[in-house]
Nanobody, 115 residues
Framework: QVQLVESGGGLVQAGGSLRLSCAAS????????MGWYRQAPGKQRELVAT???????NYADSVKGRFTISRDNAENPVYLQMNSLKPEDTAVYYC?????????WGLGTLVTVSS
């Protein structure tokens, strides 16, 4: 199995930056891609960004140009660098590991952006 631990959330003013980190442990060789999703109060969970083992990235339109997902290799954490944060970025951010037949989720980390 794969376990995910997120860190780096917190309170930041609009225009500020935060970096989220997600460390994977266990059967990391089974991971095809990793990503970040978020869920704001009263809304459905939505994709933020993903990165494959080959380094291919995908971003939600709402974060393109502001957020960057990165990962050095399968043994290193996945990072989400968030710049120019907006109040609408406020949400619980969840790390995800895609094993193909199964998706593993972390417990989430809260990001609050004040106006």
């Amino acid at each position: 199995q794969v376990q995910l631990v997120e860190s780096g959330g917190g309170l930041v003013q609009a225009g500020g930056s935060l970096r989220l980190s997600c460390a994977a442990s266990g059967s990391i060789f089974a991971i095809n891609a990793m990503g970040w999703y978020r869920q704001a109060p009263g809304k459905q969970r939505e994709l933020v960004a993903t990165i494959t083992n080959a380094g291919r990235t995908n971003y939600a339109d709402s974060v393109k140009g502001r957020f960057t997902i990165s990962r050095d290799n399968a043994e290193n954490p996945v990072y989400l660098q968030m710049n120019s944060l907006k109040p609408e970025d406020t949400a619980v951010y969840y790390c995800n590991a895609d094993l193909g037949y199964l998706k593993i989720w972390g417990l989430g980390t809260l990001v609050t952006v004040s106006s």
